[in-house]
């Protein structure tokens, strides 16, 4: 995988300024996320470097750099992989291409209803996924909330897949997100989270999709007065510690970094649910207009996209494995 070497030289020699007031004895742990302060995400985090300082009796200490200040998602995954970054929040989108059998995790219209997917991924097959990263450097500690994501456009309402036709819809650097818009007869156009509100403005895309909360806090309906809530994926976010860091921590010290996130993935999802309600409200009141349209429109279109995998074992299995989770 090629990096930006420049991009990693700056963030080292910052990570390393950052760090000098740092304590004799004391761990500093540091996180690098793409979400504004006021994310659940964000504040979730917080909470957990207050736990994990009080659980270490201060000797474990965590410094956050929010708002992409160390780079995009693909960027802070690969500081963590080099050892220059302790860990991350990343979407699952992002993920499957270092992970790949995330993946799975971003299909379609995979998931019953909210409840099926915490069950999926607090139980047995979340914990393989999150084991399966090792390999690549990446220890995965756990499962955020992000909702569902949407449909949001610019100029003209998505009522059903065939107003997607000839639209130019932002997606993540992601496989299966690309392959889900052509299914669903749209242009699947991937630019970074952090170009996009300039990119809608300027016509490069027509749309694109997310959940409320980011649609809401990134000001993207500013933009797009138009939101379709057809819910197509449930992709998690997946806090992530570089194994540099886990293989260096003491069994007890990795036991009150897991408890720290434990707690933090719990206060997260209520602040969810709040975020959600919230975000939802302030869109509409800024002029948006919410569809909610008849998602079997979206599901029966493309209905078939599991089965463009029976020649993947892996991933097929995983399917039904989470098909078959009650």
Not at 39 to 64: F, N, Q, T
Not at 91 to 119: I, Y
Not at 289 to 308: A, M, N, V, Y
Request: proline share 4%.
């Amino acid at each position: 995988m090629k990096l930006n070497l420049k991009f990693v030289f700056f963030c080292v020699g910052l990570l390393m300024m950052n760090g000098c007031g740092q304590l004799e004895g004391n761990r500093t742990i540091r996180l690098a996320h793409g979400l504004d302060v006021n994310h659940s995400v964000h504040k979730a985090m917080m909470k957990m470097g207050e736990d994990l300082k009080e659980l270490s009796g201060g000797k474990m200490l965590l410094e956050i750099y929010p708002n992409q200040q160390l780079g995009t998602e693909r960027q802070c995954l690969e500081l963590l992989q080099i050892g220059s970054l302790d860990m991350t929040k990343v979407s699952v989108g992002t993920l499957e291409n270092f992970a790949p059998k995330m993946k799975v995790l971003g299909l379609p219209f995979l998931f019953r209803d909210r409840q099926h997917s915490f069950d999926v991924l607090d139980g047995p097959i979340g914990q393989e996924l999150l084991n399966d990263g090792e390999q690549y450097w990446l220890k995965g500690l756990g499962y955020y909330d992000a909702g569902s994501r949407s449909f949001y456009t610019k100029d003209r309402p998505i009522n059903n897949p065939d107003d997607l036709a000839g639209l130019k819809i932002r997606v993540m650097e992601s496989v299966t997100a690309m392959d889900m818009v052509k299914d669903l007869g749209g242009s699947p156009t991937p630019i970074s989270w952090g170009e996009l509100y300039t990119a809608l403005q300027q016509g490069v895309v027509d749309g694109a999709e997310n959940n409320p909360p980011s649609f809401y806090l990134s000001r993207h309906y500013e933009v797009c007065k138009f939101y379709t809530l057809d819910e197509h994926t449930v992709l998690p976010d997946v806090l992530l510690a570089g194994t540099h860091l886990w293989d260096s921590l003491s069994e007890e010290e990795q036991g009150w970094l897991k408890k720290a996130v434990d707690g933090s993935v719990g206060y997260q999802r209520k602040l969810w649910g709040e975020a959600e309600d919230e975000a939802l409200a302030e869109v509409e009141k800024a002029g948006v207009e919410i569809i909610r349209p008849d998602k079997t429109l979206f599901s029966e279109k493309i209905k078939d996209s599991f089965d463009k995998y029976k020649d993947d074992e892996v991933i097929y299995k995983l399917i039904q494995e989470i098909q078959a989770t009650k």
